[in-house]
């Protein structure tokens, strides 16, 4: 029962470490988003299973998986509305070339 | 097995450091938020992680229950405030 936990951890912890090197190397903030908003759900799901099966099939256990599943949940929604507000105050987002994409009409109505 | 959760939670608290970074010196307001998010996910983990090193897990797992809905709703509050303020 003891791998189960460490290797879930050992994955959970993979998956923060991909997403603290998104959140440093992407160059604008929509692929910083992009990055940790998923790897970290993951993560912290994962490494909250791993705990669980640590902590048995006891009350505390059931809580753990309860966070789990809230994180689970939340996470994605908390990164929507984040983007939706950078999206609406005109962060302009990262282009190859540079050029800004206000030339275009950034939100096609 | 307490000292694998321990080397965890000082990699995982290493990782914090390396998110302050972006805290810091993000060029944008929106850039801070996604550092402070991420934070706030990370110490939910490292909160559980403790509470199983210092053996009592029942007080740690409310805390870190606690924390995750606070971190999310302060997320939602400030994206929320800062939409209509338009802060670059």
């Known amino acids: 029962m003891e791998i189960v936990a460490i290797l879930l951890l050992c994955a959970g912890t993979f998956f923060y470490l991909t997403g603290t090197v998104g959140l440093?190397?992407?160059?604008?903030f929509y692929s910083r988003m992009h990055a940790t908003?998923?790897?970290?759900?993951?993560?912290?799901?994962?490494?909250l299973l791993g705990l669980a099966f640590y902590a048995g099939f006891s009350f505390t256990g059931v809580k753990i998986l309860f966070i789990a599943v809230f994180i689970f949940l939340t996470s994605p929604t908390a990164t929507h509305a984040l983007l939706r507000a950078a999206f609406d105050s005109k962060v302009p987002p990262w282009t190859k070339d540079g050029r800004s994409l206000r030339d275009k009409e950034v939100r096609r109505k | 097995m307490e000292r694998f959760f321990l080397t965890v939670s000082i990699l995982l608290g290493l990782f914090v450091f390396l998110c302050l970074y972006r805290v810091v010196f993000g060029p944008g307001i929106f850039n801070r938020l996604v550092g402070a998010s991420v934070i706030g996910t990370k110490t939910l983990t490292i909160l559980v992680l403790i509470g199983f090193v210092y053996g009592r897990i029942d007080m740690f797992v409310d805390i870190s229950l606690v924390?995750?809905?606070?971190?999310?709703?302060?997320?939602?509050?400030v994206a929320k405030y800062?939409?209509?303020k338009g802060a670059m």
């Open chain 1, 37 to 47: 908003g998923k790897s970290d759900t993951l993560g912290t799901l994962l490494s």
């Open chain 2, 82 to 84: 800062f939409q209509r």
């Open chain 2, 67 to 77: 924390y995750a809905l606070l971190n999310f709703i302060v997320t939602i509050a």
């Open chain 1, 24 to 28: 440093l190397r992407f160059p604008d």
